[in-house]
């Protein structure tokens, strides 16, 4: 089997939250949804698991943070251009998301901009074209 990631977000709406991500291109898998949860795919090994709160907290005892007033973490998602960095922005921000929460990024060999979820996830989208990336691009 592949190496997979699923990354589980605490969402208050699931239906609203999963027009959202089918709005910027992940794909509903009905096999792991229910009315507490949906994995919504980005690729074969790129799962993101919306989990409605009271099933979250099935999982850990810690308080689910305001993703709105502070951040854990970054998601970010790789792009095969710079027009699809911008296409998913647009495409998230029609959905009813946030466009640009932190920085755009043009770094000439490197391009990204990023969108909030209705629930204030943040994801980075990146455009990186490798045969233009300095010998020491650095972190």
Known sequence: MAKMIFVNLPVTDLPASMRFYEAIGFTNN???TNDQA????WSDTIVAMLLRHDFW?????????????SAQVLLALSQDSKEEVEAIVAKAVAAGGKADPTPK???????GRSFEDPDG???????MNMAEVPEHAGA
């Open 38 to 41: 949906a994995a919504m795919m």
């Open 105 to 111: 990024q043009d770094m000439g060999f490197m391009y």
């Open 57 to 69: 907290k099935t999982f850990t005892s810690k308080q689910i943070p305001d993703a709105h007033q």
């Open 121 to 127: 996830h943040i994801w980075e989208n990146a455009y």
């Open 30 to 32: 009905p096999q792991f």
